[in-house]
């Protein structure tokens, strides 16, 4: 594997001869065990014959009680048992030599096997120059391994700076915690680029930088994940963020408290809640008036439970906010609640107009069947009494009865008239709320003088009193709609007083929370009740003896609603009078 090859002038060592010394251990030393066993063995051995040939040749006279014998014997003795044990000692240390160096060997070997076959790239690098790598390094990176050893690790990186910064951040790191890891970006020899995190460990502490062990794994994969995640966080990030509908974070605490997390701009732009003053608050501190209307425990039930709670319009008003909103509520893991809400005031303030428009609409087109009915009815009635006194009249001149013939035409006349009158009434309700005069301020007394000097003859000849409340107030609006009001009302008492010998008609009023309320009493004939919505609907007349048109209740009641009022009446029933009651807006304070 290209042994030949240099680095700084010295040949570069392979990984098996690394992995050799790391499997030997620094106690290896350079010394043949066989040698040293086989000297040792011939040593004891001459030791043991001299002893023998010693006691063997001996003279007998010098015995083991001599002293200069016993003393010889005794030294020869103990050289032969120093010779024993050393031998002794020097084979067993052998031995053990010998088994830590097959140990060893088998260290070596498996570590090779392993740096081979490892499922990640594995370098030897000195002074960031390959050393040697394994096949999956080759694979990784495209390269061949004979392309590898011997360069510097710099072709693997796009930029000289990119190079300058791993390089000087991962053997900071050796430096200081004695290994290293690091993320970068490789590319490979087809020019793809790949994400590869590195770890870096020294062989030998004590000289570091003369080779280390580099580590590479390909997480292009696991980033591209990550990058995905991250966008698609920001992604919902950004959503929520710049979503219209307001969205509230709160945590549970043990205690069963929410606390505001989080919130995006809508939420505080909807409700003017501040988070950086708010976070961390309790809900109940934030929403103070929320206490009677049970949301916090409904929140807390959906966390419970585990499943959205899609609550139903919640009207809040505060010191700060009023506003109805429509929330909904997930609960999320870790005691974690999210609160989406929008605010629906003006939704639903334009639907209760839709659905009252609506209503209005159709109580309109109601009253249009209703009077379009009377009107022919009405209309009808005339036309046939014309129709009829023609064809007598025809007959009454044909046979000279002149006097006849003159009553004749005072009907037809009459009815003509009548006929007359209802189209100019009819005309005069269809012109109320489109033709309308300037609004001003109108006193009340006034308007009540001034129907009373217009229907002076009538109230004289019905013998009736009519009492006016003094300081009725003022109103703004149409003053000659206004008055005909009070005209049409004063008329209704005179004409319906009954039997009474001394009719009495009452005016009154007075101002109530800026509106002011109006009525017109009376103690003639009275009304039932069944009849008290009925009786301003257009020709309806429930005494048919009485002369009118059914169009006066009806008229009042246009000119009222016109003016944003209302109009009723009341009465206990036939006999016991009547009250009509109305209302107008007041005369606006001055600023």
Not at 126 to 139: I, K, L, P
Not at 257 to 276: H, I, K, S
Not at 311 to 340: E, M, T
Request: hydrophobic share 45%; proline share 4%.
């Amino acid at each position: 594997m290209n042994d030949d090859l240099a680095a700084d002038g010295q040949s570069p060592r392979r990984a098996a001869e690394f992995l050799d010394d790391v499997a030997a251990g620094p106690a290896a030393a350079p010394i043949d065990w066989r040698v040293l066993l086989w000297s040792t063995l011939a040593g004891m051995a001459v030791g043991l014959i001299d002893f023998l040939l010693h006691l063997r040749f001996a003279p007998e006279t010098a015995g083991w009680d001599s002293a200069s014998s016993g003393h010889n014997h005794f030294l020869r003795l103990a050289v032969l048992v120093a010779f024993l044990g050393y031998g002794l000692v020097v084979s067993r240390a052998l031995a053990l030599r010998g088994q830590a160096e097959r140990r060893a060997q088998a260290d070596s070997a498996r570590l090779r096997n392993v740096f081979r076959s490892a499922p990640a790239g594995i370098g030897v690098v000195a002074n960031r120059v390959f050393q040697d790598v394994n096949e999956y390094f080759c694979e990784m990176t495209g390269y061949l391994q004979g392309e590898l050893v011997g360069e510097s690790i710099r072709m693997l990186y796009a930029s000289q700076e990119e190079f300058d910064r791993v390089g000087g951040a991962m053997y900071d790191q050796v430096r200081l915690h004695g290994a290293a890891t690091f993320e970068t970006t490789w590319v490979r020899k087809d020019a793809a680029p790949i994400d590869v995190l590195l770890s870096l460990t020294p062989i030998d502490h004590r000289d570091w930088p003369a080779a280390v062990t580099v580590l590479a794994l390909d997480i292009t994969d696991r980033k591209r994940a990550e990058r995905a995640l991250q966008a698609s966080l920001q992604k919902s990030t950004d959503i929520v963020k710049f979503s219209p509908a307001g969205m509230f974070m709160y945590q549970r605490t043990a205690d069963g408290r929410l606390l505001l997390a989080d919130a995006n701009p809508a939420a505080e732009r909807l409700t003017g809640v501040c988070l950086e003053e708010s976070r961390g608050k309790d809900f109940d501190q934030i929403w103070p008036s929320a206490a009677g209307l049970g949301i916090r425990d409904a929140w807390l039930r959906a966390l419970e439970a585990g499943e959205p709670c899609w609550s139903q319009d919640i009207a809040y008003r505060d010191d700060q906010l009023d506003g109805v909103y429509h929330a909904n509520v997930f609960a999320l893991p870790g005691d974690w609640l999210a609160v989406a809400f929008e605010d629906v005031t003006q939704l639903r303030r334009h639907a209760a107009e839709r659905e009252t428009l609506i209503a209005d609409l159709e109580a309109k087109n109601a009253e249009l069947e209703r009077f379009a009915y009377a009107v022919s009815h009405d209309l009808k009635s005339p036309l046939i009494t014309i129709r009829g006194y023609v064809g007598l009249l025809e007959e009454d001149l044909a046979k000279g009865e002149m006097a006849l013939a003159k009553e004749g035409l005072e009907r037809i006349d009459a009815a003509a008239e009548r006929m007359g009158r209802l189209l100019s009434e009819i005309l005069e309700l269809s012109r109320i709320g489109r033709q309308v005069n300037p609004a001003e301020e109108v006193s009340l007394n006034v308007l009540a003088a001034e129907a009373i000097e217009s229907l002076r003859g009538s109230i004289t000849k019905s013998g009736a009193e009519v009492d006016v409340r003094p300081g009725l107030p003022e109103v703004f609006g149409d003053r000659r709609r206004l008055g005909e009001v009070f005209q049409n009302l004063l008329e209704n008492a005179v004409k319906y007083r009954g039997d009474q010998r001394r009719p009495r008609i009452e005016i009154g009023g007075e101002e109530r929370g800026g509106e002011v309320l109006c009525y017109v009493r009376d103690n003639g004939l009275g009304i039932e009740p069944e009849y008290h919505e009925g009786v301003f609907r257009l020709f309806n007349q429930l005494d048919p003896s009485c002369e009118g048109s059914g169009v006066g209740l009806a008229l009042v009641k246009r000119i009222v609603d016109v003016h944003g009022g209302k109009v009723w009446v009341e009465s206990a029933g036939r006999g016991h009078g009547a009250t009509f009651w109305f209302t107008l807006k007041g005369s606006p304070r001055p600023a």
